[in-house]
T-cell receptor, first 114, second 113 residues
Framework: GQQLNQSPQSMFIQEGEDVSMNCTSSSIFNTWLWYKQDPGEGPVLLIALYKAGELTSNGRLTAQFGITRKDSFLNISASIPSDVGIYFC??????????????FGKGTKLSVKP | ETGVTQTPRHLVMGMTNKKSLKCEQHLGHNAMYWYKQSAKKPLELMFVYSLEERVENNSVPSRFSPECPNSSHLFLHLHTLQPEDSALYLCASSPGTGDYEQYFGPGTRLTVT
């Protein structure tokens, strides 16, 4: 089946640092969504992207829909402790899947640098 | 109440028990979903409902039985589960099943003993 490769799997952040993560696929996507999940909670939608090349910000978060339509990037600027959690990308392929189902990456876990 | 709510938040059940998970959305959406989240695996879509009709069943074992009495409520009935069914079960909703964003509930952490 279709897969999303999300990287890195985990990373440590120090307050004030910028953070980048990405998702790639061998399929062309027409939608990219980025979610954040805190422990014991469900994923919360951060940013939605619908056009190739689109760059969208939500506070300190910026996400881009790759020009090839096969990837997406999420950047967090000037990280703060509450940014820790697991970030998921999700995409919907051009060919829809059944009912245009979302496909999820495995997540990038952000932790505080010890 | 806002967004998507799920009850219970935690559930421990034996393999011979029958229990139900409940989801309610207060967003006026027409589509609702059940996902399973296991450690180190991507979210797995289980069921999709659109306007109370099931439109997707992703080869889920029959020990999981969904029910959608109206567009605001979704249930997942559980019976004779296995320990490997222990996971976080997430409900989500969206305006429709097309190109829409999905909004998730907080999940039910299920442990099967």
């Amino acid at each position: 089946g279709q897969q999303l490769n999300q990287s890195p799997q985990s990373m440590f952040i120090q307050e004030g640092e910028d953070v980048s993560m990405n998702c790639t696929s061998s399929s062309i996507f027409n939608t990219w969504l980025w979610y954040k999940q805190d422990p014991g909670e469900g994923p919360v939608l951060l940013i939605a992207l619908y056009k190739a090349g689109e760059l969208t910000s939500n506070g300190r978060l910026t996400a881009q829909f790759g020009i090839t339509r096969k990837d997406s990037f999420l950047n967090i600027s000037a990280s703060i402790p509450s940014d820790v959690g697991i970030y998921f990308c999700a995409g919907r392929t051009v060919y829809g899947g059944s009912q245009g189902n979302l496909i999820f990456g495995k997540g990038t876990k952000l932790s505080v640098k010890p | 109440e806002t967004g998507v709510t799920q009850t219970p938040r935690h559930l421990v059940m034996g393999m011979t028990n029958k229990k139900s998970l409940k989801c309610e959305q207060h967003l006026g959406h027409n589509a609702m979903y059940w996902y399973k989240q296991s450690a180190k695996k991507p979210l797995e879509l289980m069921f999709v409902y659109s306007l109370e009709e099931r439109v997707e069943n992703n080869s889920v074992p029959s020990r999981f039985s969904p029910e959608c009495p109206n567009s605001s409520h979704l249930f997942l009935h559980l019976h004779t589960l296995q320990p490997e069914d222990s996971a976080l079960y997430l409900c989500a909703s969206s305006p429709g099943t097309g190109d829409y964003e999905q909004y998730f509930g907080p999940g039910t952490r299920l442990t099967v003993t």
